[in-house]
């Protein structure tokens, strides 16, 4: 390691320790609050909450102080509002505390869109003279308590002052997550629909295989049910139940596994063209790339449908079979029987 860059190193350990002294506040003694203030605490941040009633809320490590929330935002020049969007309104008065601040919106919705505006550009509405972040939104309380961040490290940070945003994600990194920088206050909306979101890279893969899956029996109902039918007055409605759903499903997931090399074979044709593989794909292709896992899986639960269907046709021409070999057996048994009868009947005349 060269001098500069060990000069580098404890410039930025130095800068480290400055930043873990600093102090931060959290409004709202709630979950969420807690867990946060707790883990900055852990981290080597002076934590201070505020609360509506500082001395009730016990059960909070040594060190860490529970004032009101006037006195608690006098102590930071970065507060976290870990308190939902329904009562932020007492936050109009503080305006003056507030004044220039940097306020942490960490708050979510029960509802997708649930207000015209999202929570953050609402709070600035009610704080104007404050610099808003949002972030910290997808992380839960619990995985923040019980340290289990690995699924889940990615904060999404957004806000209109790039030097708020950039300490909110200090912050972010300290206590182990992986900021990820959105934009705008304007991106606020989106970040807080996330948590809403189930699911969202399945909605494409499943959307697609169902109508795949309609296209390709409409296609076989009308070849081998009605056309017969039409044609030859032949009744091939039992079809329906094994026969035409097994030819649907390899076909299926056989497309389906051609649509999940397909993105990448596109990928490398747009990065050949383009002659640099730093430039960003379209969006279309990058959502179409990020689900392909999910459509390798939905293209899997096919083939395996197709294989228990194979399994079940055995069966089913074997129960043919023997009922068939039962008549035939009934059938031969009662003709052995007539000739016999007549022998006898022959013999006695
Ligand atoms: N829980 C979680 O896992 C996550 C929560 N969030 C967000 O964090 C915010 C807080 O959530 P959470 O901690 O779970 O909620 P809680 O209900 O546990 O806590 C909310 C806190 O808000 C404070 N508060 C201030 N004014 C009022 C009021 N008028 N009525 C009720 N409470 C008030 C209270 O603190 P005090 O009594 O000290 O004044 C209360 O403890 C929400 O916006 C939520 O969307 C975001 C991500 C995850
Ligand atoms: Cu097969």
Request: net charge positive; with cysteine; charged share 20%.
């Amino acid at each position: 390691m060269g001098k500069s860059s060990l000069k580098e190193t404890s410039f930025a350990m130095n800068m480290n320790s400055v930043h873990s002294r600093e102090t931060v506040c959290v409004f709202g003694t709630g979950d969420f609050g807690r867990s946060l203030g707790n883990k900055m605490f852990q981290c080597g941040y002076s934590v201070v909450f505020g609360s509506r009633n500082p001395e009730l809320s016990g059960l909070h490590p040594k060190g860490i102080e529970v004032l009101s929330y006037k006195e608690a935002a006098q102590r930071s020049d970065l507060i976290i509002i870990a308190i939902h969007r329904e009562h932020y309104n007492f936050l109009i008065e503080l305006a003056e505390e507030l004044q220039g601040k940097i306020l942490v919106d960490i708050s979510n919705n029960l509802k997708i869109n649930q207000y015209p505006e999202s929570n953050a550009e609402y709070l600035a509405e009610l704080v104007p003279g404050a610099k808003i972040v949002k972030a910290f939104n997808t992380i839960s309380a619990w995985a923040l308590q019980s340290g289990t961040l690995d699924a889940s490290r990615q904060a999404f940070v957004c806000g209109d002052d790039k030097e708020s945003k950039q300490r909110v994600m200090d912050i972010g990194r300290t206590i182990g997550l992986t900021p990820m920088d959105q934009g705008s206050l304007k991106a606020a909306k989106e970040i807080e629909n996330y948590p809403l979101q189930l699911f969202p890279m399945w909605k494409f893969p499943l959307y697609l295989s169902a109508a795949l899956c309609v296209f390709y029996f409409v296609y076989c109902l009308l070849r081998e049910v009605i056309y017969p039918y039409i044609q030859e007055e032949k009744d091939n409605t039992f079809f329906l139940a094994i026969s035409i759903p097994n030819r649907i499903f390899p076909g299926l997931a056989l497309n389906l596994l051609a649509l999940v090399y397909l993105p990448g074979i596109i990928a490398a044709i747009l990065q050949l063209y383009r002659g640099t593989k730093y430039s960003r794909f379209p969006n279309w292709l990058d959502h179409w790339m990020l689900c392909r896992k999910q459509l390798g899986l939905v293209a899997l639960a096919f083939a395996f449908l197709h294989v228990m269907y194979t399994l079940v046709i055995p069966i089913r021409h074997y129960v043919r079979w023997k009922w068939s070999s039962r008549i035939i057996n009934q059938v031969t048994a009662e003709r052995q029987s007539r000739v016999s009868e007549c022998l006898m009947l022959g013999s006695l005349k």
